[in-house]
């Protein structure tokens, strides 16, 4: 059972242009989670997506970025228009229907987008 | 709202000695509570969870026991090791938008562990 799949591991670009991050959760596995890491910091909450539908996007910038995490495919974390200050680390994670008590979130590489 | 305080490093220490990352957390109701670790260059890997209080997570060798009347959750090793270098997170569950329970993680800052030789 392969763990979390992010892809790309980095990823470059030029202010304005757009970052696609993608996040392929584990088997089994219906929600999402995306966190951002800036340098010398902790992780901090982005987005909670369960399939096909945005649960909590409160800790999502209100501009230029989005996530969606569709029937068929990964989820997507989308920044356009990038700026220096969006370079970070961008950890997915993934989790299983829970029981009423969290479950464990797994956790995956992560993208490290470095805007230039 | 809720959040998670956790001392700040680095801390280093020489192998086979005593471990204590402090952890204190502000939250409503009762959250559930983590230590994660972060090796170089690697995503996050789960080390130890307690779900309710006095609860006593433990793996490999970490453990963190679950305080509610002093909202701690220290993490702790007897010995430690070169391999556990790395940077631990200690966070906690929030709750979701009408209070059910939920994956949503609140991390602390995070502190580096060098261990040295």
């Known amino acids: 059972n392969a763990g979390v799949m992010q892809n790309p591991r980095h990823l470059v670009r030029r202010r304005g242009q757009e970052a696609r991050l993608r996040c392929s959760p584990m088997?089994?596995?219906?929600?999402v989670y995306w966190y951002r890491q800036l340098p010398e910091e902790g992780l901090k909450f982005m987005v909670y997506l369960q399939k096909e539908n945005i649960i909590d996007e409160s800790g999502m910038p209100k501009e230029r970025f989005s996530a969606e995490f569709p029937k068929e495919g990964p989820s997507i974390l989308r920044i356009q228009q990038v700026v220096r200050g969006d370079s970070a680390a961008y950890f997915c994670?993934?989790?299983?229907?829970?029981?009423?008590?969290?479950?464990?979130?797994?956790f995956g590489q992560g993208t490290r987008l470095t805007v230039v | 709202g809720d959040s998670v305080t956790q001392m700040e490093g680095p801390v280093t220490l020489s192998e086979e000695a005593c471990l204590t990352i402090?952890?204190?957390?502000?939250?409503?109701?009762?959250?559930?509570l983590f230590w994660y670790v972060q090796y170089p260059g690697e995503g996050l890997q789960l080390l130890l969870k307690a779900t309710k209080a006095d609860d006593k997570g433990s793996n490999k060798g970490f453990e963190a026991t679950y305080r509610k009347e002093t909202t701690s959750f220290h993490l702790e090793k007897g010995s430690v090791q070169v391999s556990d270098s790395a940077v631990y997170f200690c966070?906690?569950?929030?709750?979701?938008?009408?209070?059910?329970?939920?994956?949503?993680?609140?991390f602390g800052t995070g502190t580096l562990l060098a261990v040295q030789p």
């Open positions: 402090n952890c204190t957390y502000t939250a409503t109701g009762y959250p559930s």
């Open positions: 088997k089994g596995h219906s929600h």
């Open positions: 966070a906690l569950s929030d709750r979701g938008r009408y209070g059910g329970a939920t994956n949503k993680l609140i």
């Open positions: 994670a993934s989790s299983p229907p829970g029981q009423g008590r969290p479950t464990e979130a797994f």
